[in-house]
C-alpha cells in the first residue's frame, strides 16, 4: 500500500523559504516519478514541481521558476520541495503525489496523494 506523508508547511512572511518533504512507503521515488501540487480554496490543483523523467528531469511552471527546487533524498525515500523568495500568492495547502507513469504532465496521472500540508504567506 502506498502512503505518502507531507510534512514542513507553516506561517512565513514574504520573501522567507520553507523546506516541505514527503516521505514514502510502499513506493520509491528513485524508480518512479513524482510531483508536488498546490491547490487554494475554489481552485483545481496546480503543478509547481515534477520529477517527470526517470532520469530525474524536472518541470516547473513559470509562476515558481527559478524559486522552487524539488529534489531527492533516496536512502530516505524522501522528497523535498525548497522554496525560496516565497510570496502572498505562494499560500495554498501543499500535496506530494506519486505518478503512475513517467512523463507525467496530467494530474489524472498522479494515482497516490498525501494529505497535504498547509503553507501560508503574509505580507
Known amino acids: 500500500q502506498v502512503r505518502l506523508v507531507e510534512s514542513g508547511g507553516g506561517s512565513v512572511q514574504a520573501g522567507g523559504s520553507l523546506r516541505l518533504s514527503c516521505v514514502a512507503s510502499?513506493?520509491?521515488?528513485?524508480?518512479?516519478?513524482m510531483g508536488w501540487f498546490r491547490q487554494t480554496p475554489g481552485n483545481g490543483y496546480e503543478k509547481v514541481a515534477l520529477?517527470?523523467?526517470?532520469?530525474?528531469?524536472?518541470y516547473y511552471p513559470d509562476s515558481v521558476k527559478g524559486r522552487f527546487t524539488v529534489s531527492l533524498d533516496n536512502a530516505n525515500n524522501t522528497a523535498y520541495l525548497q522554496m525560496n523568495s516565497l510570496k502572498t500568492e505562494d499560500t495554498a495547502m501543499y500535496y506530494c503525489?506519486?505518478?503512475?507513469?513517467?512523463?507525467?504532465?496530467?494530474?489524472?496521472?498522479?494515482?497516490?496523494w498525501g494529505q497535504g500540508t498547509q503553507v501560508t504567506v503574509s505580507s
Open positions: 510502499g513506493y520509491t521515488f528513485s524508480r518512479n516519478c
Open positions: 520529477i517527470y523523467t526517470p532520469g530525474g528531469g524536472t
Open positions: 503525489a506519486a505518478a503512475r507513469k513517467c512523463y507525467a504532465l496530467s494530474i489524472s496521472d498522479y494515482n497516490h
